[in-house]
């Protein structure tokens, strides 16, 4: 294998292996995952001098996760490359590649003594006051000087693309991309069963797989089982063969609320796991509309508004990343800031306690006569309107929902100033967790403590983060690790139940 070196110092005469390959490493990349360096087996690394200059501009952030990556980034290749004759002669490293940092020495010079690579890069991309120019073009520098392919590793769609068209490879950092086609799995399995083994399983409340029918699955799949005749039954999955009735109550809702029970066969999987303590983490996929965000605060207040609850309440956030662009920075407390970020989860406790009880039948609750005794299973609405705490009859009109928020039960999470905080007996809901990158996700997990549950939900079909994809976001990338463990759950919600419109969009549009 041959080492890369700096432009002030001769090359070392070592061996070429036919296998080998230099990577160049874009700036996003080392800002995606800093351990990256340490992830690329026996190949060689060529970082372009012009990544620490961006490195140097980004580490002042000091509450952002770039800001930290790039403090990280910048240790580790202390570490590295301790002196000059490192940084210029490159040093191995411990997984048996080799570690340069690149200086291009043909950017200042122009005219009849540059390559013939180097004037059509000119000619295509003339601007090198970019940065991101500059970085292809020691790319290609690379690619001219050293025996192994070069190939420029990047997470920016448009720089891969401009490398591309000066001749350049191009791809993406994998490392931590799930296997191509397992983002678009299946919502559930069914499972093919006699309509006497069904029978057995409703009265025995669970049912041991043959071989054959278990083979496969992970535990706490979710799984449908179906007899020729017809007869269906859900259940899940736990281990050695055995799947198992769902437990659910006849219906879930907040303190004072309404009554929201399961619509659909993914909708009961969804909530099943929910309301399972067992379960530490749950990962949901779903288009728009589906329910993950009514069903998962429906599902987090049902279990919090008790003295004997396990959880001392709700905690929800979000990424905050701007569908377009933005209306700049926004005045006020933390709570004040975050609320157009969280308003969907807004919306979804109006429609869970309304100021006025609702008019659609699918939500109306029984009428009970102020005669006849209620039931503690039937729903009581709240009152409309309720004074502020000390606020007496002049005080601020509080909506139903706002006086959890008040009270504490349901609290706002701001994910930036996460990091440290443990977060203990806490029901934790993050949306839109696919807009997150791998290492912000297991951030965020590594920050629930015992007696807490955390929940996932998002789409990955909908990613506004321009440095992640399907198959490399957050949320598929937690899913795709945690599946099969004990403490986790998945649920794919594929049927919308929003609207017959918002169906028909998210279908078709």
């Known amino acids: 294998m041959e080492t890369l070196s700096g432009v002030h110092a001769s090359k070392p005469q070592l061996k070429v292996s036919a296998k080998v390959k230099t990577y160049v490493l874009d700036t996003n990349v080392l800002l ?121 590793v990047t997470k920016d769609v448009n720089v891969a693309l401009k490398a591309r068209a000066v001749g350049l490879e191009a791809q993406d950092y994998l490392n931590d991309k799930v296997p191509d086609g397992e983002e678009e799995e299946k919502a559930y399995q069914e499972l093919p069963l006699s309509v006497y083994d069904i029978q057995r399983f409703c009265s025995e409340g669970g049912f041991k797989l043959s071989a054959s029918l278990s083979r496969g699955l992970f535990l706490n799949e979710y799984v449908l089982l179906r007899s020729d005749e017809g007869k269906t039954m859900p259940a899940r999955y736990y281990g050695d063969g055995e799947v198992r009735r769902l437990r659910l109550p006849d219906f879930v809702k907040a303190p004072g609320g309404i009554p929201v029970r399961a619509r659909n066969l993914e909708q009961q999987f969804f909530m099943d796991a929910l309301l399972d303590d067992s379960l530490a983490l749950v990962t949901c996929f779903g288009k728009a509309g589906t329910g993950k965000t009514l069903l998962s605060i429906a599902c987090a207040l049902h279990q919090t508004h008790d003295d004997h609850s396990r959880y001392d309440g709700v905690s929800v956030s979000r ?178 139940e929003r609207s017959k419109l918002a169906e028909l969009a998210a279908d078709l549009l």
């Open 32 to 152: 995606h995952d800093p351990q990256s360096i340490f992830k690329f087996a026996d190949n060689n690394l060529a970082i372009p001098v012009e990544v620490l200059e961006e490195l140097d501009n980004i580490k002042s952030e000091q509450s952002t996760e770039r800001g930290r990556n790039a403090r990280r980034v910048h240790r580790i290749l202390s570490e590295l490359l301790p002196d000059t004759r490192s940084m210029h002669e490159g040093v191995r490293l411990e997984t048996g590649g080799t570690l340069s940092i690149i200086i291009n020495p043909g950017l200042g010079t122009g005219g009849r003594a540059e390559s013939a690579a180097m004037q059509r890069f000119r000619a295509i991309l003339p601007d090198l006051a970019k940065k991101d120019n500059r970085i292809i073009a020691a790319a290609l520098y690379v690619k001219e000087n050293y025996p192994p392919p070069a190939i420029l």
């Open 319 to 496: 990424p905050v990343i701007a569908l377009g662009k933005d209306i700049g920075f926004l005045p006020g407390t933390l709570e004040e800031k975050m609320k157009p970020w969280l308003q969907p989860y807004f919306d979804a406790l109006e429609v869970l306690m309304p100021s006025k009880p609702p008019k659609e039948p699918q939500f109306a609750a029984k009428k009970v006569s102020k005669k006849k005794h209620r039931s503690h299973n039937e729903p009581a609405y709240a009152p409309a309107t309720a004074p502020a705490p000390g606020g007496g009859a002049g005080g601020p009109i509080l909506k139903p929902y706002e006086r959890l928020i008040r009270s504490g039960l349901v609290d706002v999470e701001a994910l930036c100033f996460i990091r440290g905080r443990s977060i203990a007996r806490r029901f934790f809901i993050l949306d839109e967790a696919q807009q997150l990158t791998p290492h912000e996700v297991k951030t965020v997990i590594t920050r629930i403590a015992e007696g807490s549950k955390i929940v996932l939900i998002g789409d990955p079909a909908q990613i506004d983060n321009p440095y992640v994809d399907s198959r490399s976001n957050g949320l598929v990338y937690a899913h795709n690790r945690m599946k099969g463990h004990a403490l986790s759950a998945h649920v794919h919600l594929m049927k919308g």
